[in-house]
């Protein structure tokens, strides 16, 4: 799935039944057939999965999923 990457937020909290939650939420935008415009979602991503490091804010990446619709790896697009 190609998007353009509008936004990251970093977390690293405990949650109520004490887990550490730590990873990052992505924002992103893509076309739609059924939106006029861009839609857009939050992806969560767990510790260890990381964007590539020279990707920025408003730059196209390519995001796979596995199976289950989990990311398992994302790339330069």
Known sequence: MV?????????NFT??????IK???IFVAFKDENVEGLR???FFLKD???I???IKSNETIDICFNHKGK???INKA
Do not use: A, C, W, Y
């Open 15 to 20: 949650n109520n039944s004490g887990e550490v």
């Open 48 to 50: 260890g999965l990381n």
């Open 40 to 42: 857009t979602e939050k």
């Open 23 to 25: 990873g990052m939420n």
């Open 3 to 11: 998007v353009k990457i509008v936004g990251v937020q970093n977390l």
């Open 52 to 54: 590539p490091k020279d």
């Open 71 to 73: 990311i398992e790896m």
